[in-house]
């Protein structure tokens, strides 16, 4: 099958197409997209429960991890203020773990943009393919319209004023033939007339869910990013309430991290298996919401020279049609003008109504080429199978790095605030604050001594 214009499927695609896939009894499934299927789904599942997989071995990690640190941390005797050994490499691993998230949250944007500019790509392709139908549609029913009002009135009106000379009528009634044989097949090239399937309502359902998911991947690298600098705030400041609230924060932001991943895993091994060959899906999908035949589907989806063009027949007899009407009028206006000159009129109307006939059947021609809607087929293809997958993989390098130094923090966090020294509840209130104990113990002495 010939490849549209410009899209070739990438490295990343055949790598991700290759990796093996099985369903929930682990058989082997084939790498051909079929979402459909029920093994397929549930191979896709089960990338996507690797993420979870990942979470619960990263909490049970973290766990036991926190729970060997609070319970088998040696007693340090009352009074010492000597930090413990490896206190500042526990502070600073956290602090790197944050700055590599903070990394990550940067190739998460980057990601996040890519992904959107890919569906935007393929809502513009289909726009524009939705228009080009369109125009097509616009232009038969405006050219069987224009023809069937010349046959009910200048044809009409020609026979009335010819009707003393039989062969004048006789060219005339030829003319009406065929005009009405240029509408009858100029009426089958509306080939997408009364179809079910809207390129225009496919785009804007595209472009819904492309902005929910948009927002929600900002809110979410938003997220991290307050988690990460509140934490490496808290850390500067040794502020134990601020460093707890958001431990608690990034155990959160971890289980998001790794949802994302499972998502954007399967959604990734998913479009590289479409992008690897998409022509097959495609053309039977089309064919199942629209009732096309195959014949055109794979003219304008395929454009190679193996195919040929369905409309091909009807645009030369339509091309021959208007040709014979050309000539006839011409010999009438040679004709019958000079006899009857109340002819003219008629002749002249018509003549206007065949030049934009002509004018519109030589778009018709240009837009029915394969060549306009193939081109848009490719641009989607290269938007879905080029930027957007670039821009997942990108999202699932930051899930990845994410869930690696979140973890990493969970882990440090606690350490990290349980060198902290110790705070004074009283540090900050006034000296000559009669509600301070320090205060009121100082003006009790004061009494006794009165």
């Given at each position: 099958m010939g490849a549209p214009p410009g899209y070739r499927p990438s490295a990343w695609v055949h790598l991700l197409h290759q990796l093996p896939r099985a369903d929930f009894q682990l058989r082997p499934v084939p790498s051909v997209f079929a979402p459909q299927e029920q093994e397929y789904q549930q191979a896709l599942l089960l990338v996507a429960a690797l993420a979870g997989l990942g979470l619960g071995l990263s909490l049970i990690f973290i766990a036991v991890y926190l729970i060997r640190f609070c319970c088998c941390r040696p007693p340090e005797p009352p009074g010492s203020k000597i930090p413990s050994p490896g206190g500042g490499c526990v502070t600073w691993s956290c602090i790197v773990a944050l700055l590599a998230g903070c990394t990550g949250i940067g190739i998460g944007f980057y990601g996040n943009s890519e992904t959107s500019d890919g569906v935007s790509q393929l809502s513009s392709a289909l726009l524009h393919a939705n228009h080009t139908l369109s125009t097509i549609d616009h232009l038969v029913l405006e050219t069987v319209e224009r023809l069937g009002e010349?046959?009910?009135?200048?044809?009409?009106?020609?026979?009335?004023?010819l009707e003393p000379r039989?062969?004048?009528?006789?060219?005339?009634?030829?003319?009406?033939?065929?005009?009405?044989a240029v509408a009858q097949q100029l009426q089958g090239l509306a080939f997408w007339q009364g179809v079910p399937l809207s390129p225009l309502q496919v785009a804007e359902n595209v472009s819904f869910v492309e902005e929910y998911r948009w927002?929600?991947?900002?809110?979410?690298?938003?997220?991290?990013?307050?988690?990460?600098?509140?934490?490496?705030?808290?850390?500067?400041?040794?502020s134990k309430w601020l460093v707890i609230v958001m431990t608690v924060m990034?155990?959160?932001?971890?289980?998001?991290?790794?949802?994302?991943?499972?998502?954007?895993?399967?959604?990734?091994?998913?479009?590289?298996?479409?992008?690897?060959?998409?022509?097959?899906?495609?053309?039977n999908l089309?064919?199942?919401?629209?009732?096309l035949s195959s014949d055109i589907l794979s003219y304008y989806f395929l454009c190679n020279q193996a195919v040929s063009n369905?409309?091909?027949?009807?645009?030369?007899?339509?091309?021959?049609?208007?040709?014979?009407?050309?000539?006839?009028l011409l010999g009438l206006e040679r004709e019958a003008v000079p006899q009857f000159p109340s002819a003219q009129k008629p002749l002249l109307s018509l003549e206007e109504t065949l030049n934009v006939t002509e004018g519109n059947f030589h778009q018709l021609v240009a837009l029915l080429h394969c060549r306009g809607l193939h081109k848009d087929y490719g641009a989607a293809l290269r938007g879905l199978c080029e930027d957007a997958l670039e821009g997942l993989l990108f999202l699932l390098l930051f899930s990845l790095l994410s869930a690696g130094a979140l973890a990493t923090a969970l882990c440090s966090l606690p350490r990290a605030w349980a060198l902290f020294p110790p705070s004074d509840d009283y540090d900050d209130t006034d000296d000559d604050d009669p509600f301070n104990p320090q205060e009121s113990k100082r003006f009790v002495q004061w009494q006794s001594s009165i």
């Amino acid at each position: 099958m010939g490849a549209p214009p410009g899209y070739r499927p990438s490295a990343w695609v055949h790598l991700l197409h290759q990796l093996p896939r099985a369903d929930f009894q682990l058989r082997p499934v084939p790498s051909v997209f079929a979402p459909q299927e029920q093994e397929y789904q549930q191979a896709l599942l089960l990338v996507a429960a690797l993420a979870g997989l990942g979470l619960g071995l990263s909490l049970i990690f973290i766990a036991v991890y926190l729970i060997r640190f609070c319970c088998c941390r040696p007693p340090e005797p009352p009074g010492s203020k000597i930090p413990s050994p490896g206190g500042g490499c526990v502070t600073w691993s956290c602090i790197v773990a944050l700055l590599a998230g903070c990394t990550g949250i940067g190739i998460g944007f980057y990601g996040n943009s890519e992904t959107s500019d890919g569906v935007s790509q393929l809502s513009s392709a289909l726009l524009h393919a939705n228009h080009t139908l369109s125009t097509i549609d616009h232009l038969v029913l405006e050219t069987v319209e224009r023809l069937g009002e010349a046959v009910r009135t200048e044809l009409t009106t020609l026979e009335e004023v010819l009707e003393p000379r039989t062969e004048l009528v006789a060219a005339t009634r030829g003319a009406r033939r065929q005009a009405e044989a240029v509408a009858q097949q100029l009426q089958g090239l509306a080939f997408w007339q009364g179809v079910p399937l809207s390129p225009l309502q496919v785009a804007e359902n595209v472009s819904f869910v492309e902005e929910y998911r948009w927002l929600a991947y900002v809110l979410l690298l938003l997220l991290e990013l307050l988690v990460c600098l509140f934490t490496l705030l808290g850390l500067a400041k040794q502020s134990k309430w601020l460093v707890i609230v958001m431990t608690v924060m990034s155990l959160l932001v971890l289980v998001l991290s790794w949802g994302s991943m499972g998502l954007e895993a399967a959604t990734a091994v998913g479009l590289s298996d479409f992008c690897s060959n998409p022509d097959p899906y495609v053309l039977n999908l089309t064919q199942e919401e629209t009732g096309l035949s195959s014949d055109i589907l794979s003219y304008y989806f395929l454009c190679n020279q193996a195919v040929s063009n369905p409309f091909q027949q009807r645009l030369t007899l339509s091309q021959r049609a208007l040709a014979n009407i050309h000539s006839q009028l011409l010999g009438l206006e040679r004709e019958a003008v000079p006899q009857f000159p109340s002819a003219q009129k008629p002749l002249l109307s018509l003549e206007e109504t065949l030049n934009v006939t002509e004018g519109n059947f030589h778009q018709l021609v240009a837009l029915l080429h394969c060549r306009g809607l193939h081109k848009d087929y490719g641009a989607a293809l290269r938007g879905l199978c080029e930027d957007a997958l670039e821009g997942l993989l990108f999202l699932l390098l930051f899930s990845l790095l994410s869930a690696g130094a979140l973890a990493t923090a969970l882990c440090s966090l606690p350490r990290a605030w349980a060198l902290f020294p110790p705070s004074d509840d009283y540090d900050d209130t006034d000296d000559d604050d009669p509600f301070n104990p320090q205060e009121s113990k100082r003006f009790v002495q004061w009494q006794s001594s009165i």
